[in-house]
């Protein structure tokens, strides 16, 4: 006590006396590191955070700005620790004179006058205050740290380095472990517990000693109140509340995509991301409802986007991030899965835009071999003659393959790569099953795709990073008429029993051996997906994506909007006709309906392919030989074959394909040799 009390004498001896001495001395003092060890934390599309993770010491630090903490705390903490704090240099003689007579009087340090930049500057060294050294230390940091910093500056460290309890520093960690709510949000008497919690930050911890904790909380609004920091009222309104024992889980919402973002730039301790907070909690309950009760470890994945932008706006990796028998850790935004008959408004889309069919161009349904590929439909049965618009709001096999094989499996590939996907083929060269599935998508792919689709056709950007993805060029995916009538198809398409959903355009997808069920839609600016199934890809008998993943996905969009907003009015060049109206081409797919037959189509490469190394061959289907070939607007070869070996005349870069028949009909693909 003696020797603190003789270090207070020293310093205001200095402070009156010496000043030319300490002028120097404080310009000496070499400062200490002011950045923290901040723990990683993920946020919002408005700021609000998603996830936190411990810094490298295990402490939870959020770091904080003045502007984002309540004024009434941030009132209460400088009335309560220094109410000279804007007047005083660092140090203030009248606090250690009075903490010097209480000590004289009492025999014993009651209060060791320490102004808030001297608790910044033992914060910032971790330094001790029971001796005399460690205070001068302090009271020099704190004159050096007022010479080089703003008041704004100071209060700021404190907030970010103030201990509240085991592990916890800073004020903002603190309002998340104790009340679960950011500190913008306390009330006076959260606030006021806060202030008196760093004083005594273990003894006075509220999961711990709740009854210490508000017999200090109280003692301080009493004084709160005395000096009109708040009024009486205020007062007694909070005193009356308990200290509840408890200490939060820090949030830990889009747990698998935060893990995702950070692991692509770990040096960052901030992220920001294109999600909504209350929608990604909303459908993370809506996760968690629907597989309660199960028993079969069905799980569950959602995303949600704006495909006007390609923010994406939740996304749900699974119903709960756990080590589980449902694969709880599993991002099954992810994970590659077939995605059953999904792919079929791609295919319709890519037929319109092809001139090959039109949602009234009657096709069959019947059974068909396709060169020993003999696929059948769900239920088993045929439909004969039918429009397509009914063909693909009926998910009717057969036709889908047919209007892939006129395609070309390339042209669908081509055509996920143009939407930004990545198609894993198994064995690396795609047949007709791809039509039905038989290819690897991911959820976050298949919702990219649809984004394009109610794009207008244009790919977009799909991504939850705030800044554009690098590189990144739309590319059209079909024209916006055949998107325009993909949507107006899928949206009259055949509801759910029970669901309503009026102005979403969705369709549902199951795949072999019900091991995928899938439910993807949009309206006029969202698109959702959803994915059931089990994490192990073992099947889930009876599972369908129309019975079980299409319900989520609607009551998703519900807790969007209460209405879909619409999708617009059809693209001024869209063909608006009934199947007699149609040019005789588009009214029966496949039927020669004149001399010359179909127009020629480049089976191979696909148009916007991307080619590893050389072009050697070529392949055309349909049209009447001979068949002119040109690479780049220059003849190359006439030949009466549908292939042709080309001897890399197109050469590393861009290239141009045109096919032209014997009675003039053409088709056209652009590549990429790399």
């Known amino acids: 006590m003696t020797r603190f009390v003789f270090a207070i004498g020293l310093v205001l001896w200095t402070l009156v006396i010496a000043q030319d001495r300490l002028a120097a001395w404080v310009d000496a003092t070499a400062l200490p590191l002011l950045s923290a060890d901040l723990s990683t934390e993920v946020r919002d599309r408005n700021g609000d955070l998603l996830r936190a993770y411990t810094n490298n010491a295990g402490r939870w630090r959020l770091p904080v700005r003045l502007d984002e903490v309540d004024p009434t705390y941030v009132q209460m903490l400088i009335r309560y620790e220094d109410k000279r704090f804007a007047n005083h240099s660092g140090v203030d003689p009248l606090a250690l004179l009075r903490a010097a007579g209480q000590a004289l009087w009492n025999g014993r340090v009651v209060s060791g006058g320490s102004t808030l930049t001297m608790q910044v500057a033992r914060l910032l060294e971790d330094g001790g205050t029971g001796r005399w050294e460690g205070k001068l230390r302090q009271i020099r940091l704190a004159l050096a740290l007022e010479q080089k910093l703003s008041k704004e500056d100071i209060l700021t460290l404190y907030l970010n380095h103030a201990p509240f309890g085991g592990n916890i520093e800073g004020v903002r960690a603190a309002s998340y472990a104790y009340f679960d709510r950011p500190p913008r949000r306390l009330t006076p008497a959260q606030a006021a517990l806060l202030v008196v919690l760093p004083q005594s930050p273990e003894t006075r911890r509220p999961d711990r000693a709740p009854s210490v904790a508000k017999r200090a909380r109280d003692a301080a609004l009493g004084r709160l109140a005395d000096v009109g920091v708040i009024d009486a009222a205020t007062r007694a309104s909070a005193t009356r509340l308990a200290v509840r ?16 973002v950070i692991a692509q730039n770990p040096n960052l301790t901030r992220h920001d991301t294109t999600l909504d907070l209350n929608l990604q909690t909303a459908l993370e309950r809506l996760a968690v409802d629907a597989i309660y009760g199960r028993s079969d470890d069905v799980q569950i994945a959602m995303m949600v986007a704006d495909h006007q932008t390609g923010h994406i706006l939740a996304s749900v990796g699974s119903a709960a991030y756990n080590a589980d028998a449902q694969g709880g850790f599993i991002d099954l935004t992810q994970a590659v899965r077939s995605p059953g008959s999904t792919l079929k408004p791609l295919i319709y889309g890519l037929g319109f835009d092809r001139g090959l069919i039109h949602p009234e161009t009657m096709i069959a349904d019947r059974p068909t071999d396709f060169d020993g590929y003999m696929p059948q439909n769900f239920d088993g049965l045929f439909r004969g003659e039918l429009r397509v618009r009914t063909a693909l709001q009926h998910s009717l096999n057969i036709p889908a393959v047919a209007v892939t094989r006129a395609l070309g499996p390339h042209h669908l590939l081509a055509g996920l790569r143009r939407a930004g996907a990545d198609p894993r083929v198994p064995g690396g060269a795609p047949g007709l099953a791809i039509a039905l599935g038989g290819v690897g998508l991911s959820l976050q792919e298949l919702v990219q795709l649809y984004a394009a689709i109610g794009n207008g056709g244009v790919a977009v950007d799909l991504r939850s990073s705030s800044e554009p ?5 739309p590319q059209s995916v079909m024209d916006r008429a055949a998107a325009w009538q993909i ?3 899928l949206a009259e398409a055949p509801r759910p029993r029970g669901v309503r959903g009026a102005g979403i355009a969705f369709k549902t997808g199951t795949s072999y051996g019900h091991r995928d069920s899938w439910a993807i839609g949009f309206d006029g600016q969202h698109v959702i997906g959803v994915w059931m199934g089990r994490a192990d890809g073992t099947p889930v008998p009876g599972a369908f994506g129309g019975d079980l993943a299409a319900p989520v996905m609607f009551e998703a969009f519900a807790r969007i909007s209460p209405e879909a907003i619409p999708i617009g009015p059809p693209p ?19 039927k020669r309906n004149d001399a010359r037959g179909l127009a020629p189509n480049i089976a191979f490469p696909p148009n916007g392919a991307v080619l590893e190394g050389t072009l050697s061959t070529v392949k055309v289907r349909d049209g009447r030989p001979p068949f002119v070939w040109l690479v780049n607007g220059q003849p190359i070869a006439r030949t009466h074959r549908n292939q042709l070996a080309i001897n890399n005349a197109a050469g590393i870069g861009f290239s141009s394909l045109t096919v032209i028949d014997a009675d003039g009909r053409s088709d056209q693909a652009e590549v990429e040799i790399r």
């Open 245 to 260: 024992p408890a200490r939060h889980v820090l949030p830990a919402f889009a747990p698998h995509l935060a893990d995702r």
């Open 469 to 473: 993805s690098v590189g990144f060029a």
């Open 487 to 489: 949507g107006s198809i």
């Open 572 to 590: 001024h060049e869209t063909l608006l006709l009934p199947t007699a109206q149609l040019p005789s081409h588009l009214r029966h797919f496949g």
